[in-house]
């Protein structure tokens, strides 16, 4: 039994020690990473070297074995207690994460773009409800969110919202907003703000408001501070999202929603509204582009759903042919390894009317990677 406690204890001991070594390199900076990472292994070992003498010493006085599980039981409560003491955030983050994790999978890409120390201006587009959500879990730093006050002062919210330290701001009254901004950044914290000022009806990217330039501008010069475009992509179409009954029925999946959070290259702090859209544009396309790369290929996602349903029909003919999916599969195949054997050029031209000899053909070179095009076999030469 005390065998098993020991492997347990050594195992959590590393699920927690790892990713606090990551953290804190992350966090560290390349300048005085050196410094810290020799700091935290002298710490280490000095608690190492005392509790061995701990163990020894109780071995010397015959403390019990269950004695000595319970003592460091207790040391681990402690330890417990004191981090969520200090660091209460940390856990509502962690249990939203997990929360999140149930209905989406998060991809985070440009992380490197994320600076480790110094003042951060996140800027992005507004798709949904949930942005913060997935801008907070896809970056490691904590982040302050700027929101609307008359979201903010909702009674049911308004708790919540101060226990993350919520900057509200609102279009009458915003100047004491903005010096709060222009502070935290100045104070190396990171800051997000949607400059679109509303969650997007269409999906799409609008007019980028120019009140984060006001902050940026108060900011003072010599500040380690910088903007950071970012995208989000894949909620739309999401309850949580503005998108249409019909769309949201559409996507309803039963596997998980896949979410994209892009970060871009940093801005100057000078940047203007029209930069950061446009880089905030460009991260759009680009993540989109990493998206459909990652996508299984047109050919490879008919066969694999033709093959649940062998005996389905597949293609009717006018004259009343039938093709099930078992033997298109079968002609598919064979004129997918005639292709490859007789055309070596990248491209393959169809020359046949709507029939299914023209379905299996089309099937048949995207099988063998050609890039099919269809031609209108009633032309002239």
């Known amino acids: 039994a005390h065998g098993l ?100 999978r998060l991809k985070v890409i440009g992380l490197d773009n994320l600076p480790a120390q110094g003042g951060v201006f996140l800027l992005g587009n507004h798709i949904s409800w949930l942005d913060w959500a997935m801008v907070q879990m896809a970056c490691p730093r904590p982040v302050r969110f700027v929101m609307e006050r008359e979201i903010y002062e909702r009674w049911y919210l308004k708790w919540f919202l101060d226990f993350f330290e919520v900057v509200p701001i609102s279009r009458g009254s915003s100047r004491h907003a903005i010096t709060i901004l222009a502070r935290l950044l100045e104070d190396g914290q990171v800051v997000c703000l949607f400059p679109e000022g509303t969650i997007s009806k269409n999906g799409q990217l609008s007019e980028f408001k120019r009140g984060f330039e006001l902050s940026a501008r108060q900011v003072a010069e010599g500040a380690d501070a910088a903007i950071v475009p970012f995208y989000l992509r894949g909620l739309w179409g999401s309850v949580f999202s503005y998108a249409s009954a019909k769309l949201r029925k559409s996507r309803e999946e039963g596997r998980l929603r896949e979410v994209v959070v892009a970060f871009g290259a940093s801005l100057p702090l000078a940047a203007g509204a029209e930069q950061v859209k446009q880089a905030v544009f460009e991260l759009s396309v680009s993540s989109w582009e990493d998206y459909v790369r990652g996508l299984p290929t047109l050919p490879g996602t008919w066969l694999r759903n033709a093959k649940r349903a062998p005996g389905q029909v597949a293609v009717i003919e006018s004259s009343g042919v039938r093709l099930t999916n078992r033997r298109l599969i079968t002609a598919v195949l064979l004129f997918t390894r005639r292709i490859r054997r007789l055309v070596p050029e990248p491209a393959l031209g169809i020359l046949l009317p709507a029939s299914g000899a023209c379905a299996i053909a089309n099937l048949a070179g995207l099988m063998a990677g050609k890039q099919v095009v269809n031609l209108n076999y009633t032309a002239n030469p």
């Open 5 to 104: 406690n020991f492997l347990l204890i050594g195992v959590l001991g590393g699920f927690f020690l790892v990713p606090l070594n990551a953290l804190i390199q992350f966090n560290a900076g390349e300048q005085g990473l050196g410094r810290v990472l020799a700091a935290n292994n002298f710490i280490q070992n000095i608690w190492m070297l005392a509790f061995l003498g701990i163990t020894v010493a109780a071995a010397y006085v015959e403390v019990g074995d269950i004695a000595l599980i319970m003592g460091l039981a207790l040391i681990a409560m402690v330890g417990a207690i004191y981090t969520l003491y200090q660091l209460p955030q940390s856990l509502v983050r962690f249990l939203i994460r997990r929360l999140v994790a149930t209905r989406f």
